[in-house]
């Protein structure tokens, strides 16, 4: 899972012709149309904040223009505390964050080409490990702030986030994913004085500090959501992207992952050449913030638009044939999808190991006195302590 910061304005038109549509829809063409013409499922609304706030089934375009482009309520059009937009302001507020959810490739591709019951059980794994980080995160990460300087850290009454989901990624790979788009307005639990609602903006820096914590939780529940569904089996497996090994669907072969990640040899051309210039500039190795800098560089000069509107059917019978290519036959094909559904030996139980991460940062004023603190004074939170299955 990643998170991504979305602004007014800008961040709104992201979200309709980006998240909303995969970059794909023509001017002036209405969500509704690209839908019915490529065969996209159209957004939903997620969270308990959108439950409380009557905001459910189907997202429309002037919901979102409403919520993420004004700071107003999606359905009733009533203000959400302040609005994000004025006269003559110049500022570009925070309209809320974009999460996205991808598992790993091979779970993707067998996604992509497995028969239709076999797809429609991985979406739904898929479906259930979303739902159950973004209420972890509604339990660890929906915070606002209230008081001088924002000193006192609250809770919420959740979230309102509208979800999209896709098929493919840029370069036309198979790419299960689903952006989550989560509303800065939130529902403070302390009402106002006079009993009304109290809409503040969520705290971010919560959001970001749970979002490592919150991907390794997905891909647990990814693993564990499809196991309960599936014969599936997942090994670890070292892809040279990855300091730590990444656990893959165990009879998807490499190769065919490797086959399908065009967008991933693109980024690391790119990323190559970058840190290349930079050995050469600098005389040393870029560090990894500088490195991480590098590849958020290498990400965006790799960006491509998105090819038309296709259909699932349509990407699916392409998938199909570029993977019986890479494989030798469609009998090659099948014997993969055939060997990936039988489980072969059982992994053996590992005791849980727990990881204390403390906070990078020393405790703050803000902090609650009762706070778990490491032995360097450092804040611990829930979303500090992971661990390894």
Known sequence: MTVHKLTAGDGYSYLTRQVASADSRRAGQALSDYYAESGSPPGRWLGTG??????HGVVDEAQMLALFGRGEHPVSGAALGARMTRPNDTRRPVAGY?????????????????????????????DAAVLDILGWLEQNAAFTRLGKG??????????????????????????????VAV?????????????????????????????????????????????RRLPVRFEPRLDGRHDRPVRELAGVPLSLVDHFSGRRHSIRARLDALEAEYRSKHGRTPDRPTRLKLAQQATLATREAKQGPRSLPVLRSEWRQAAAS?????????????????????????????????????????????????????????????FDR
């Open 150 to 179: 924002g000193r006192s850290q609250v809770d919420t009454h959740g979230l309102i986030a509208a979800a999209f989901d896709h098929a493919d990624s840029r370069a036309g790979d198979p790419d299960l994913h689903t952006h």
């Open 183 to 227: 509303s800065n307005k939130v529902r403070a639990v302390v009402d106002r004085a006079d009993g009304s609602a109290r809409w503040l903006a969520l705290d971010g820096s919560a959001l970001f500090a749970a979002g490592v914590a919150a991907s390794e939780r997905y891909n647990t529940r990814m693993e564990d959501e499809l196991r």
């Open 98 to 126: 974009d999460l996205v959810f991808s598992p790993v490739k091979s779970v993707s591709l067998l996604w992509a080409l497995g028969d239709e019951a076999t797809r429609t059980l991985v979406k739904q794994a898929h």
């Open 326 to 386: 890479a494989l030798g036959s469609q009998l090659a094909l099948d014997r993969v999808l055939r060997d990936v559904l039988v489980e072969r030996r059982p992994e053996r139980c590992k005791a849980t190991t727990w990881t204390c991460v403390p906070s990078p940062t020393p405790c703050s004023p803000r902090c609650a006195s009762t706070a778990p603190r490491g032995p360097d004074g450092t804040c611990w939170r829930r979303s500090n302590v992971s």
């Open 50 to 55: 959108a439950a409380s706030a009557g905001v």
